[in-house]
């Protein structure tokens, strides 16, 4: 059924760079039974401070791989919940291998013995898997791998609510995983870091063109673009989003 709805709130939208003034990646999604963030980049606190997202309520994090403009920003979102929001709900946190430990050595460098201290609510890790599907705070996740540096843990994110199924390349060069993970999404929120030179990792326009109708979902937004990508964004023939941006699946 698609009754169902969700709002996707754009929270950050940049690379790593930060290019364009942009935030890094980080995508919200509200609906009835939960909320969850889909990556979570270094600079996503403020920009759920921007747009009004409480940190406090958020039930699950999925993280697509372990860089920090992807996962950076966990430990802040911890720090908050220990802090200044006193959280007390628990937070599920999903993510490639190595996850609980990249979190742990990024808040124990950040804020030396904030991990050994009281908590007043839960975190419970749980794995990626491309063979078995996640069901968590009312949502299936799936994930299919992709082509993003040497590790074969870097992951495409698919994720239903309720019949709406929102995908999310992650980083990655082209992939025929591409295809699958896309399939019959309502709304396909692919990066697009280069306009026409393919960069190792990562999706440039042409080929993004190229391959468009084969994805096969309802609704195609880019993120994630670098210097030359924003400085042709009225010569695009494809949906763009921005840091604060809201859509209706």
């Known amino acids: 059924m698609d009754n169902t709805s969700v709002t996707l709130r754009c929270i950050g939208t940049g690379d790593a760079f930060g290019s364009g003034g942009r935030l890094h990646s980080c995508f919200h999604l509200d609906y009835q039974g939960g909320q969850m963030l889909i990556d979570c980049g270094c600079s996503s606190l403020i920009g759920m401070q921007r747009c009004g997202v409480i940190p406090a309520a958020i039930d699950t994090v999925v993280i697509s791989h372990l860089h920090g403009d992807h996962f950076?920003?966990?430990?802040?979102?911890?720090?908050?919940?220990?802090?200044?929001?006193?959280?007390?709900?628990?937070?599920?946190?999903?993510?490639?291998?190595?996850?609980?430990?990249?979190?742990?050595a990024a808040a124990e460098a950040l804020y030396p013995g904030m991990i050994g201290k009281k908590r007043s609510f839960p975190i419970n890790y749980r794995l990626l898997d491309p063979k078995n599907s996640l069901q968590v705070n009312g949502a299936q996740i799936d994930c299919f791998r992709v082509r993003h540096g040497r590790s074969q843990h870097v992951y495409g994110?698919?994720?239903?609510?309720?019949?709406?199924?929102?995908?999310?390349?992650?980083?990655?060069?082209?992939?025929?995983?591409?295809?699958?993970?896309?399939?019959?999404?309502?709304?396909?929120?692919?990066?697009?870091?280069?306009?026409?030179?393919?960069i190792p990792g990562h999706l440039d326009y042409q080929t993004l063109l190229q391959h468009h109708s084969q994805l096969g979902c309802r609704k195609l937004v880019i993120t994630h673009m670098g210097p030359e990508m924003l400085s042709r964004l009225d010569q695009l023939d494809m949906d763009t989003v921005s840091d604060g941006e809201i859509i209706e699946v």
């Open 72 to 104: 950076g920003g966990i430990p802040y979102l911890l720090l908050e919940g220990m802090y200044a929001s006193q959280r007390t709900r628990r937070l599920t946190l999903i993510g490639p291998r190595g996850l609980q430990q990249r979190v742990e």
């Open 157 to 198: 994110v698919r994720v239903e609510i309720g019949g709406k199924v929102i995908s999310y390349t992650g980083d990655t060069e082209w992939t025929d995983n591409l295809i699958p993970l896309t399939r019959g999404s309502h709304l396909a929120i692919a990066e697009c870091f280069a306009y026409d030179v393919p």
